[in-house]
């Protein structure tokens, strides 16, 4: 449950950096966070319209926006792993959130990164109510700033 809410925090905070307009969450996470099936996913994954390289910078910023909101808690965020293949588009990296205040060990979620360009793609605009109280973690942020966008791309 902790990794899911976790997961959560990584569309909100893109929404947060103005960056959910560039991302497209898709697969098992976009269909369990957006639609509650059953499929737990333990990655996340996004298409990006830009560069891939574009992808490592705004995850040094992912990553210090999730420091700051999660410091008061005790949880820090590192980033690890990170593999870039600029050819192909493709980014992947992983969020290590140091969680051993409150579960006795570090939670990581992967997340990976597509490079495309759609032409006419439609997109479904979709708010998921983001939970506020899970696993002892309380985060602070304003009533306003309690949903994020997720912006899905249909098959």
């Known amino acids: 449950m902790l990794r899911e809410h976790l997961q959560r925090l990584v569309p909100y905070a893109l929404a947060q950096l103005n960056l959910n307009e560039r991302y497209t969450l898709q697969g098992g996470a976009a269909l369990r966070l ?16 830009g560069a891939a390289a574009e992808s490592q910078r705004h995850a040094r910023i992912l990553r210090n926006f999730l420091g700051r909101a999660l410091a008061p808690e005790g949880v820090g965020v590192e980033l690890a792993g990170f593999k870039l293949e600029e050819a192909g588009g493709f980014h992947r990296y992983f969020l290590v959130f140091d969680t051993r205040c409150l579960v006795g060990r570090k939670l990581r979620v992967k997340v990976e990164v597509l490079s495309r360009r759609y032409s006419r793609a439609h997109y479904e605009l979709k708010t998921v109510a983001r939970c506020r109280e899970e696993q002892g973690l309380h985060l602070r942020a304003p009533q306003d700033q309690q949903e994020a966008l997720l912006r899905l791309r249909p098959r």
């Open 34 to 49: 957006a639609y509650g099936s059953p499929r737990l996913s333990l990655d996340l994954d996004f298409t990006l319209e």
